[in-house]
């Protein structure tokens, strides 16, 4: 009876991604050209999606003492700082989290 | 490009995520495990599911004897994101053929990351191509990440805490690398502004959707004042 209940659980949470996924692909489909505005969207939402997810990776951080706030925003700088430097994702990836974990 | 320069390039990309990946999907594994669901559950969910922090907040789901109802709400909130990375795909998923369905199903946050931001110019054929084998990398290594977890439980030999600021550091460079090609930074702009406006209001847990609507309607203002043009 459980188990029913957890399998019917993974199902809605699959079903409902899916359905997230499709649905712009859905009412935007066939070989009709992509209305202006949802074109226009397309190019510019990119740039704003990424800082939203920076944001949504980031929000955990609590100003309520220095070390709860400082790994997140020097390993930050870290990866901006490298990235910038070198264009290298990677090894900016790698400077950021290393300098992260040492801290935490 | 031949496939396997294709596949190499998309290799080469989709290396932050694996390092991302396997340790956030031990991680997921492992504490599936501890709260009674073993490997058909943790590869189950990774395979259908193929959502980071939703099959995270899914465990609380199947632990915590909620209703059907607030599991469908649940993840529609967690997820309702990806309805704006849709959005940013369709012209660029047009046309790609029989792999398409596997592509949009695989969309994650960082799969969007990756192929919204191809390395080296490519033709319409040769990007498709490379989004479907970042696609495929990636959730191959979701799966093996979530399922090792899953096996080895709590055997795993140094300490891990922090290695998932590997996919904060990954979205980061995207956020900085756009930043560059783009002349117009006002998008960039608009987005951090009304995520930290709504997180200052909503909260941690209820900022995503007051965000995306607020973005959504700055972005739609500005196109409709400027009759829509690209900005490249």
Known sequence: ?104 | MRLRTLFKKAYMASIPVLGGYIVLGMGFGVVLQSNGYGLPWALAMSLFIYAGSLQFVGIGLLTGGVSILTAALTSLMVNARHLFYGISMIDKYKGAGAGKPYMIFALTDETYSIVCNPPVYMNKKEYLTYSLFVSLLNQFYWVSGCVLGSVLGNFIPFDTTGIDFALTALFITVFVQQWIDKKDHRPAIIGVVASVISLLIFGRDNFLIPAMLAITAALCLMGAKEGYHANE
């Open chain 1, 1 to 104: 009876m459980l188990m029913n209940r957890s399998v019917l659980i993974v199902a809605v949470m699959a079903i409902v991604t899916i359905i997230l996924r499709f649905i712009p692909f859905i009412i935007f489909s066939g070989n009709k050209k992509t209305p202006k505005l949802v074109a226009y969207l397309g190019d510019v939402l990119p740039s704003s999606v990424m800082a939203m997810l920076v944001v949504y990776c980031l929000k955990g951080i609590s100003f309520t003492s220095t070390m709860a706030f400082l790994p997140y925003i020097a390993a930050s700088a870290v990866v901006v700082l490298s990235y910038i430097w070198k264009r290298n994702t990677l090894l900016s990836i790698v400077l950021g989290t290393a300098c992260f974990m040492i801290m935490v």
